[in-house]
Structure formats: structure tokens, C-alpha cells
């Protein structure tokens, strides 16, 4: 589907948007951590680099900013609002002044890479969140960008799968929906 930067990519915004947006996760009420608890989550929610290692409060700020934006595109996108997902995607890749470069990474040949306006940590991350949700809304896959369906969850996924039929952000959602249908049937043949 996606070459292995734009998954990164993916994975990154999806990650950003389920640590640092309020709501719910997996059947209970989430809080966004915030405070002296903000750089290291957003630390551990981007994927491994030599540049995530300080995350200064400035840079927090500007990436929780991004993952309400980014939230926005996954839910228009969940609800079949395309037109709605590509206008928000526009201003996060206006805002940022995304541009793609290639890069050369050691032992590998040359890749695609986006930056922002500038390459601080915020703005870089930022603008390849919103290039790669680009790719994703611009083409066939914007079906592939999702909210869980599993009650009292609404945190986002990247479908995949090969015939796109996830419905569910993780494993533990999936299984308390089927627990609960198991215990619907069996509770009607009592």
C-alpha cells in the first residue's frame, strides 16, 4: 500500500492523535497527559530517532496542536467526509510548509522524505504526519484512515489489512467486543 517512510509516517500520526487527544480508550475515559508528563509522552509516542530525545515545551505544544488537527482528518475521513479530511490536511500542510526532499540515509538508497518550514522536531514530524495523511486521502486509501467502532473507544488506526476490514484500533478493543457478542449469545439461549 504505502512504502515504509509513509508507514512510519502513518504510524506516527496515529500515534500522536491516541496519546495526545482527551476522549476514550478501550471502554474507559482518556485523558491526554499534559504537564511535566507531555514531553515524555510525546518522547514515546514518536517513532525511534536521535531526534526525539528532548522535547521541549514549545515543541509539545505545537505537536498536541497537530494531533487535534490530525484527529479531525480521521474522523472526517471514518465518516466519509473526504472533501472535509483533504481541507484539514491542507491547512496542517499549509501550516507547516511541508516539502518532500530526498534524503540519502546510510546503506540505503535515496528516499522520499517530507520536511516543514523548518526541520525542528514539531515542524518536522508535523509536516510528514500531514504529507503522509495526504498520500492516504489523495488516492484510494482514504477508506484506510479510521475510528474505532468499538464501544466507548474513539481512538484512530491506519487499516492495513489486505481486504480492509479492521474495525478496531487495537487487539484489546477487537476482543472486548467479541467477549461482550459471546456473552450476548450466550446469555439469549438462557
Known amino acids: 500500500m504505502f512504502d515504509g517512510h509513509v508507514v512510519t ?5 496515529v500515534s500522536l492523535v491516541n496519546t495526545l487527544t482527551d476522549g476514550l480508550r478501550q471502554g474507559r475515559p482518556y ?5 511535566d508528563r507531555l514531553p515524555q509522552a510525546i518522547h514515546e509516542a514518536l517513532p525511534l ?3 526525539r530525545s528532548n522535547v521541549e515545551p514549545d515543541h509539545a505544544a505545537y505537536l498536541v496542536h497537530t494531533a487535534h488537527q490530525m484527529r479531525g482528518v ?3 475521513a471514518d465518516s466519509g467526509h473526504i472533501d472535509q479530511a483533504a481541507r484539514a490536511v491542507n491547512v496542517l500542510l499549509r501550516t507547516t510548509g511541508a516539502r518532500p526532499q530526498l534524503d540519502c540515509v546510510d546503506g540505503e538508497p535515496w528516499q522520499v522524505h517530507f520536511h516543514g518550514s523548518d526541520d525542528s522536531l514539531s515542524v518536522g514530524w508535523s509536516a510528514g504526519c500531514a504529507t503522509a495523511l495526504a498520500l492516504a486521502i ?3 486509501l ?4 479510521g475510528v474505532c467502532t468499538a464501544p466507548n473507544c474513539d481512538r484512530v488506526y491506519v ?10 484500533c487495537s487487539t484489546a478493543c477487537r476482543s472486548r467486543v467479541k467477549a461482550a457478542a459471546f456473552r450476548a449469545r450466550k ?3 438462557n
Not at 9 to 13: Q, T, Y
Not at 142 to 145: E, N, Q, T, V
Not at 159 to 168: M, P
Open 9 to 13: 509516517l502513518l504510524d506516527a500520526a
Open 31 to 35: 485523558t491526554a497527559p499534559h504537564g
Open 49 to 51: 530517532a536521535s531526534d
Open 74 to 76: 480521521f474522523e472526517a
Open 138 to 140: 489523495g488516492s484510494s
Open 142 to 145: 482514504a477508506g484506510r484512515l
Open 159 to 168: 487499516d492495513a489489512s489486505r481486504n480492509a476490514v479492521r474495525h478496531f
Open 187 to 189: 446469555a439469549s439461549r
